[in-house]
C-alpha cells in the first residue's frame, strides 16, 4: 500500500506542476523567486533527508519536487514576479541566515526542523503576493500539492516524526495559498 500511495503522490505532483508550468510560459501564473530560490535548496536538502532516513516511497514525492521546484525558480527569474520589496528581502535574508545555520548541524532530525522552519519563511512572499496579486497563482498546482502532500503521509513506511513533519507542512502550506487565492478571488468578484 505505501508503494501505491508514494508513486500516487508522485504522480499527482508532477501533474499539478505540469498545468503551472504551462501557464507560467503563457504569463498566467508569476513565481516569486525568493520562495521558489529557497525552495529549490530546501527541497533538495528534504529529499537527501527522506532518503538518508529511509523515507522508502514517500522519498519519490521529495525527489520530483527537488526538481520540479528548481525548475519553476528558473522560469521565476524572468517570467516571475517580487523579490524587491521589504518583506521579501526579510525574508529572503533569515532564511539565508537558518541556512548558514543549517550547514553547521549534522543531525538529520534537526535539519528537518531547521528546513521547515525556512520553507515556511520563504512560503510568506508567495502568500503575500498571492494576497494582493490572485491572479498570478493557480489553484492546480497548490491544491495538488497539498493532496501529494497528504498521500506522502500515508505513504511513509513507519511513524517518524522527521519523516511526517514536511509532508504535514506541505500539506498545511498549499493548503495556505490555496484559502488565501480563494477568498481574494471571491472578494475580487464580490
Not at 502568500?127 to 489553484?139: A, C, D, G, N, V
Not at 497528504?150 to 516524526?161: C, G
Request: charged share 15%; with cysteine; glycine share 6%.
Amino acid at each position: 500500500m505505501q508503494s501505491f500511495l508514494g508513486v500516487a503522490a508522485l504522480i499527482i505532483n508532477i501533474a499539478g506542476y505540469i498545468p503551472y508550468i504551462r501557464d507560467i510560459f503563457r504569463n498566467k501564473v508569476k513565481p516569486h523567486p525568493v520562495t521558489w530560490g529557497v525552495w529549490t535548496i530546501l527541497t533538495t536538502i528534504v529529499a537527501f533527508n527522506q532518503v538518508s532516513n529511509g523515507g522508502g516511497y514517500s522519498s519519490l514525492f521529495f525527489i520530483s519536487t527537488a526538481l520540479l521546484v528548481g525548475f519553476v525558480f528558473i522560469l521565476s527569474l524572468r517570467y516571475g514576479m517580487g523579490g524587491a520589496s521589504k518583506i521579501d528581502r526579510l525574508c529572503l535574508c533569515l532564511a539565508i541566515l537558518l541556512l548558514v545555520y543549517w550547514l553547521t548541524v549534522q543531525e538529520t532530525r534537526i535539519s528537518t526542523l531547521l528546513v521547515v522552519t525556512i520553507d515556511g519563511i520563504a512560503a510568506v512572499p508567495t502568500i503575500l503576493k498571492t494576497y494582493q496579486h490572485p491572479e498570478t497563482e493557480s489553484y492546480n498546482q497548490w491544491s495538488l500539492a497539498g493532496i501529494a502532500g497528504f498521500l506522502t503521509i500515508l505513504s511513509v513506511p513507519r511513524l517518524d516524526w522527521v519523516l511526517l513533519l514536511y509532508p504535514v507542512y506541505v500539506l498545511i502550506a498549499n493548503s495556505a495559498i490555496v484559502i488565501v487565492k480563494y477568498i481574494r478571488d471571491r472578494k475580487q468578484r464580490d
